[in-house]
Every structure is written in C-alpha cells, then in structure tokens.
C-alpha cells in the first residue's frame, strides 16, 4: 500500500532538516514553516515589514560548500535556532523572535562575508514559490544509493532534501506523475499533481557528514538515470537527466489541511494498473 514513510520541512534554507509527524499546507501551497528563514546578502534585497518584494542571492547549500560543518536545531514552538560545530562541539543558540541580529552576525563569520538571516511569510524561501511540497519514494533512494558506492540511502535523503517520502510502491513511481497533462494523487483529501522533475544542483554530490564531493557525479548520474528511466516516465518531461524528485502542486482549495506519516496514497485506477 502507498503511504507517507517520512516528512520533512527545513526551517533554515539550506541547514539542516526538521523531521514532522503531521504538517499542514499553508496559504502558500507548500508546508507550514519550511524554509520561512534564509540567509541573504544584506545588499541585494529590500525589506518591507519583514516581507521582501525582490530577493537576491541567498546563501545555502549552493554557495557554502562547508555546511556540513556545523548541525542545526530549530524549535518552531519557541524560534529557538541551536547550531553545534560538527569537530569542536561548540554550541550556539538563539532566540529568531529577538536575537535575528546576533545570528547573523554568527552566520556572517561563518559564510564569509555579511549575511541577513530574515524571515519571510508563505511562500516563504522555496526555490519554486508557487508550487508545493517535493516528493520521492523510497525505492528511488534506494536504487540512487545503489548507482555510487560512496551513498547510503540516509544520505541520499540527506542530500535530496525531500518533504515527503513514499513507502509501498516502486523506484520512480514519482515519476507517472509527469507530462502534458499529468494526473495527480490525493493524501488525506489533499490534491497533489505533478508539476516538474526536479532538477539538481551540486549539493547531492557532497557527502553529508564531510562535504566531500563524488568524483564525476552529475555525469554517472545523469547516465543511470537515463538508463533506468521507467516505462511510464515521459521522455520530454526532462530536460536533462540530472534530475530526480517530483515537484507537485496543490490546488488552493485543498489549503489549510494535514498530512500524517502513515497516510495512505489514493491514485486514480489508471495509474495503478
């Protein structure tokens, strides 16, 4: 049976994640409180009321090569961000509501150069703003895991990032859900369609634990990918095949509900035969 394996939101763009139960679709489309903070280069982005009405670059994964350095923690009851040096042990916390400043100034040394950590309304910092949450399927970080000796499947959630993980069902189920005129599922009465396959950047390449990079990765993924794309994939949905996670959308209609781990997945007949 298709069901929720695992959820996931990631409070900080680009830091660690924050592993969820239950969590609602907010009135941006997406999860409550996923990726609502962001480190941001002071000089390239307008604030109005702690809304932003342009956004420059933004400092994640991306641009910082050594996250993996330090581990962070975040209390959406109390904003209460706690962030612990991998080989020192050091800890630092702070409080979002009061001390926004103060961690900046942390996440200034730490990156480089100056830093803005703000805080943003739904649809917060993702990368797509108007679509929902990311999809993957366990089977498919099982078999992305298999192509490198040097991946476990943790650390393929780890470097994928996604918000929700599927049990129950094949490698690259997620990817029926792609196409012209893609179809969708349903999880606790909520509507999620595909929206795109989700391209890659350089953060699956580095090891979660010490940032070291996979030799030639985009290119033997990219070539395995290809190689086991499944019967029901459509080719010209990618672009490339440096790609892996389904993008979704959620239909305002459906704002304001709740998914649980242990939802079960309702997909038209079709689909499932």
């Known amino acids: 049976m298709a069901h929720i394996k695992n959820l996931w939101v990631y409070p900080i763009k680009g830091?660690?994640?924050?592993?969820?139960?239950?969590?609602?679709?907010?009135?941006?489309?997406?999860?409550?409180?996923?990726?609502q903070y962001?480190?941001?280069?002071?000089?390239?982005?307008?604030?109005?009321?702690?809304?932003?009405?342009?956004?420059?670059?933004?400092?994640?994964?991306?641009?910082i090569d050594h996250t993996h350095e330090v581990k962070s923690e975040f209390d959406p009851d109390t904003d209460r961000l706690t962030l612990r040096m991998r080989e020192?042990?050091?800890?630092y916390t702070f409080d979002l509501t009061t001390e926004r400043e103060e961690a900046s100034e942390w996440f200034s040394d730490f990156v480089g150069e100056p830093v803005?950590?703000?805080?943003?309304?739904?649809?917060?910092?993702?990368?797509?703003?108007?679509?929902?949450?990311?999809?993957?399927?366990?089977?498919?970080?099982?078999?992305?895991?298999?192509?490198?000796?040097?991946?476990?499947?943790?650390?393929?959630?780890?470097?994928?990032?996604?918000?929700?993980?599927?049990?129950?069902v094949?490698?690259?189920?997620?990817?029926?859900?792609?196409?012209?005129?893609?179809?969708?599922?349903?999880?606790?009465?909520?509507?999620?369609?595909?929206?795109?396959?989700?391209?890659?950047?350089?953060?699956?390449?580095?090891d979660p634990d010490t940032g070291k990079p996979i030799d030639d990765f985009q290119q033997r993924f990219a070539k395995y990918?290809?190689?086991?794309?499944?019967?029901?994939?459509?080719?010209e949905a990618f672009e490339h095949f440096f790609t892996i996670m389904l993008i979704t959308d959620i239909p305002e209609a459906d704002y304001g509900g709740t998914i649980n781990v242990g939802d079960e997945i309702h997909v038209s007949e079709e689909l499932q035969a």
């Open 15 to 35: 830091l660690d994640r924050m592993e969820v139960d239950s969590i609602t679709i907010n009135e941006g489309g997406t999860f409550e409180g996923d990726r």
């Open 38 to 63: 962001a480190m941001l280069d002071p000089n390239e982005n307008k604030v109005i009321e702690d809304r932003f009405d342009s956004v420059g670059k933004t400092f994640n994964g991306k641009e």
């Open 88 to 91: 020192s042990g050091e800890t």
């Open 116 to 168: 803005k950590l703000r805080y943003r309304e739904p649809p917060s910092f993702i990368d797509r703003p108007k679509l929902g949450p990311s999809v993957i399927s366990t089977k498919t970080l099982e078999e992305l895991a298999s192509w490198f000796d040097e991946m476990t499947v943790e650390g393929a959630r780890i470097r994928l990032r996604p918000n929700i993980e599927i049990g129950g």
């Open 170 to 206: 094949p490698a690259f189920w997620e990817d029926r859900f792609l196409g012209d005129d893609p179809s969708g599922f349903e999880i606790n009465g909520i509507r999620f369609e595909g929206a795109e396959a989700c391209a890659r950047c350089v953060v699956p390449s580095r």
């Open 225 to 235: 990918r290809e190689e086991t794309l499944p019967e029901w994939a459509p080719k």
